[in-house]
């Protein structure tokens, strides 16, 4: 066991971890943080999708330890309190989630997307979530959703 | 009951509905949003220990026998099972009831007409290995790692069989026999339709146009891997499973009969389920294990597939090989139609809806007086397949679609014009087909019209001439469809309104993204008149919900609307003699609109609400929770979705890349309870057929027999790179067969995408020499089809 001290959606977190735990093995199993998902073994689908120092990664492909002194944010510290991230609210607004499996991964990776570029067209929208498996929506409505979070959040 | 129904359906039409056709945003989105869900694998009970199956590597093999000695000396090991251990336990075998049942589904019957062997599916089999994933044993560990470490110890002594993959081999004299009941591997084979006179009519025919389709083995990968949780209870002798399905009740039943136990003692607990188009709607031997295991061990016991094994181990989808032949007179009347279709069922039957589903719609949304066709199956020693999104109805309609297309080019009609002279007019409906199967109602001519305005079918040259200027084609496509949601035959509602202004319906179907929490809500509340917020409904739990069909088939929306409205109208009558009894006048004296029940005349009313006071208070020391009803209903007859897509793609003739650059899909799904929810319905529709139709398949290795589909790396779902924006439309013809109008969506888009797509690149192709390519049109297979083509 080794010790790791990090931030999960801004609270200090000390744990005792197997060498080769993940990071998704963490939130989940250690930290009760099940929005989290994981949906292939090949790091292909993005349902593990969390944010590493404000970078999107796959929470499946990464070990524990090497987010030792890292700010981690996950779907569960996306909102404000009560207000949902504008990402949060199009997809609710546009129906861009079904299932709700793939969503907290497919909203991580298109707030990071976002964040990247303040003001994508459809094209690089589905470019930038091409590491992102749906099996429910074809895509139709995530794309409108991260339209119209980029909108908003310009707006405001 | 369905008469009955019937005779109301016009009062209902008329109604102002409130909340029913508005694009409410689901309620359900939350905790989605939130990473609050309630999926199987967020569930984890104090002292829980891990399953992990030993899956047979062979496609075929007897096992001789099994030594988990080493294996369960090892750190953490409690326990290690086979299928001798389970036979000596006393456990039976999952009764997957595969054949259609409802009384308008055709009767599939053995050769010769007897009863269907279906391959018996024990928890763990004891005599052989029948596809590769099979599961041959179960280690169950202290954690994940120990059980995995086990198991590649667990050794298993395998004699390799001679194995087939695909269902053409298997029916061959000589080919490996997958089960000795069943030497030939021919499980199934009936005729239906009238052969004397499909003969004469292609006997008299001026055309006769004959393909064949292999339409492809593929896999549903909903993106929730399937997972079990299993509890056993000592003091009571219950059993709890936590498992993702369409229904927890028939799951409860059916793991019952595979554990010997009463189902009465089976607790099945399902909420989020992440994704099912299908796979999910059958038992697996895990649900069975995790809860024999988890009384044997005394520990709750968790199942979870990696990718890889959902891969090898999920029911799987399609695989049916259909040769079809169009009889058409010299100005293009279609006259008669034949169709053969060999489903591949796998190593058992776990179910014949695909071919039971898709043999009476051969002949589709097209007026042709004579068909025959054959549905027959084959078992093979590959996973065994079950229903995928639009269970056997894309395979046929593809087969349709195809030849008529190639029949307009063959015999120099227009594609369109050739179908518009042969669809079934809304003048003709009901129509009933050459199989006797009568299409409640639709208007197919006018989805044709609105799919080719929305795709401006009229401006293609233009578009295809500038796609030509940047060196690339363009093709388009057409598909009309129809299809059938039957589904299980009964439902059950139980409702309860409170005092607290507060309605209960506890249903027995399961939504697996589909939103019933909200549009089952617009649903109660336009029919009690009150505000849909009000509403809650209730799922998933088996020790609440006494009965129910699940999801599948299209079946939710219309059954539970039935079966709410059906309580609702009991619930009626019998608030109409409350209010009767507490005003002291006859119930003839007493009017109900709009929620409000009022004297005939007086002054004095009551709402839902303050009647469900009255009934509490009039309760006593009873039952205080208002006015209470169950309603169970059984509705038989089947609806037919009905619509059609048409596409565009550009293709690169050469790299053989296609892509999509316009895709319209019309659907009439009866009345549309909620326009976004069912839009979303249809994307995701779109895009099942879309992944069939240009990058999915179920690979077997002709040489090993070994699946290469194994992960999303070299299985191809639709990516948001690959996939246009969707142009959609409904064409709202309410069903006659139901209060609501009902019919179904989610299923009829993916039944048009298949031809629709490969239409379109052939189209592209056409000059080329092109008049068909298989599925997946993947980028190879364009590329070799037009060398082929070449010569």
């Known amino acids: 066991m080794i010790p790791l001290q990090l931030k999960v959606n801004g609270e200090p977190v000390a744990a005792e971890i197997e060498p080769a735990t993940l990071l998704v093995e963490l939130l989940r199993d250690q930290l009760g943080l099940t929005g989290t998902h994981v949906g292939c073994d090949t790091s292909q689908c993005g349902c593990c999708v969390v944010h590493v120092d404000g970078v999107a990664l796959k929470s499946c492909t990464l070990l524990a330890i090497s987010a030792q002194g890292s700010d981690v944010v996950t779907i569960e510290g996306l909102a404000t309190g009560a ?74 | 009951m369905t008469d009955e129904l019937e005779l109301k359906f016009d009062a209902l039409a008329v109604g102002a509905f409130k909340s029913v056709g508005r694009p409410v945003a689901r309620r ?17 009970e104090p002292g829980q220990v891990v399953a992990v199956l030993v899956r047979s590597p062979y496609p075929h093999a007897r096992i001789n026998r099994i030594d988990s000695d080493t294996a369960k000396q090892m750190p953490g090991v409690l326990a290690i099972y086979t299928g001798e251990d389970c036979r000596a336990d006393g456990l039976g075998i999952i009764s997957h009831s595969p054949v259609p049942s409802t009384r308008s589904d055709l009767k599939l019957t053995a050769p010769g007409g007897g009863a269907i062997f279906e391959g018996p599916h ?6 052989k290995a029948r596809h590769v994933g099979e599961g041959i044993a179960m280690v169950v560990a202290e954690s994940h790692r120990q059980a995995l470490d086990a198991a590649e110890h667990v050794r298993v002594d395998y004699e390799p069989l001679p194995w087939v993959a695909d269902s053409a081999v298997a029916i061959r004299d000589g080919a490996p026999t997958v089960w000795d009941e069943v030497p030939n591997n021919v499980c199934v084979d009936t005729r239906f339709g009238d052969t004397a006179a499909t003969d004469a009519a292609f006997a008299s025919a001026a055309h006769v146009i004959e393909m064949e389709f292999p339409i492809q083995r593929v896999t549903a990968t909903p993106l929730e891997p399937r997972a079990a949780l299993g509890q056993y ?46 796979t999910k709607n059958r038992v697996y031997v895990e649900f069975g294990l995790v809860l024999w295991a988890a009384r044997k061990i005394g520990r709750p016991v968790k199942f979870l597939a990696t990718r890889s094994e959902s891969f090898l181990s999920d029911y799987q989808g399609r695989d049916l090989l259909t040769r079809v032949e169009l009889a058409l007179d010299a100005d293009g009347t279609f006259l008669a139609y034949r169709a053969s279709n060999l489903s591949n069922v796998g190593a058992r039957i776990v179910s014949l ?7 009476p719609l051969v002949t589709g949304s097209y007026r042709i007086p004579a068909a025959e066709v054959r549905a027959w199956a084959a078992f093979t020693t590959t996973t065994p397949t079950q229903a995928y999104r639009s269970s056997g109805r894309p395979e046929v309609i593809h087969a349709l679609e195809r030849i008529i297309d190639t029949a307009a080019h063959r015999l120099g009609f227009d594609p369109i014009a050739l179908r518009r002279k042969n669809l079934v007019s809304s003048e003709e409906m009901p129509y009933t087909n050459a199989f006797g199967i009568t299409y409640d109602s639709g208007d197919y001519i006018k989805s044709m019209d609105i799919a080719l305005r929305l795709a401006d079918w009229d401006g293609f040259e233009a578009r295809a001439l500038a796609v030509r200027e940047r060196g690339l084609r363009l093709g388009r496509g057409f598909a009309n469809y129809v299809e059938s949601s039957i589904g ?49 409904i209730v799922y998933g739990d088996t020790d609440i919900v006494a009965e129910g069909g699940g999801s599948h088939s299209g079946r939710s929306m219309r059954h539970a609307s039935t079966a709410i409205y059906g309580a609702i109208e009991k619930l009626k009558v019998y608030a109409i003699e409350l209010a009767a009894d507490v005003w002291g006048i006859e119930t003839q004296a007493i009017g109900y609109g709009d929620g409000r029940f009022v004297e005939t005349g007086g002054a004095r009313r009551f709402d839902w609400f303050e009647l469900a006071a009255l ?122 067969t139901n209060p609501l109008g009902v019919k179904s969506g989610g299923e009829g888009p993916t039944t048009a995408a ?38």
């Open chain 1, 83 to 156: 207000t949902l991230h504008p990402m949060q609210k199009a997809f609710h607004e546009c129906h861009a989630l079904q299932c709700g499996y793939c969503t907290p991964g497919m909203i991580m990776s298109a707030v990071a997307l976002l964040e990247r570029n303040p003001d994508p067209n459809e094209a690089e929208v589905r470019e930038g979530l091409e590491g992102n498996l749906c099996r429910c929506t074809g895509y139709h409505n995530i794309v409108r959703a991260v339209l119209a979070a980029a909108a908003e959040m310009r707006g405001g």
């Open chain 2, 28 to 44: 359900e989105d939350l905790r989605l949003i939130t990473g609050k869900g309630r999926f199987t694998d967020d569930f984890n």
């Open chain 2, 122 to 127: 024990a928890l763990l089999p004891v005599d």
């Open chain 2, 233 to 278: 209870d000592e003091a009571s002798g219950r059993y709890t499973l936590n498992a993702g399905s369409n229904g927890a009740v028939t799951h409860k039943r059916q793991i019952a009969g595979a554990l010997n136990v009463d189902p009465e003692n089976i607790r099945v607990l399902c909420f989020d389920v992440g994704g099912n188009f299908g």
């Open chain 2, 353 to 359: 809806s695909p071919l039971g589903k898709g043999a």
């Open chain 2, 488 to 536: 299980a035959p009964r439902e059950r509602v139980d409702m309860t309104i409170s005092p607290a202004g507060r309605v209960e319906v506890v249903v027995g179907t399961q939504p697996t993204g589909q939103g019933h929490e909200t549009s089952f809500a617009q649903v109660t509340a336009d029919l009690l008149g009150i505000d849909a917020n009000a509403v809650d």
């Open chain 2, 615 to 736: 009934e509490a208070e009039r309760a006593g020391g009873g039952d205080q929770r208002g006015l209470r009803i169950s309603h169970s209903h059984e509705m038989h007859t089947p609806v037919f979705p009905n619509g059609c897509a048409a596409c565009e793609v550009e293709v690169d003739t050469e790299t053989g890349f296609v892509r999509i650059t316009k895709y319209v899909a019309v659907d009439d799904v009866g009345r549309v309870i909620n326009p976004l929810i069912v839009d979303g319905q249809t994307h995701g529709s779109i895009a099942t057929g879309a992944g069939q139709a240009l990058w999915e398949q179920c690979y077997t290795d002709p040489d090993s027999g070994q699946p290469l589909s194994g992960s999303f790396m070299d299985y191809g779902i639709p990516r948001a790179d690959e996939m246009p924006s969707f142009i959609t439309a409904f064409n709202e013809v309410p069903s006659p």
């Open chain 2, 754 to 791: 298949l031809a629709v797509i490969i239409n379109a690149i052939v189209d592209a192709l056409r000059d080329l020499g092109v008049d068909d390519i298989p599925m997946p049109a993947t980028p190879f297979q364009v590329w070799q089809s037009i060398r082929d083509a070449q010569g």
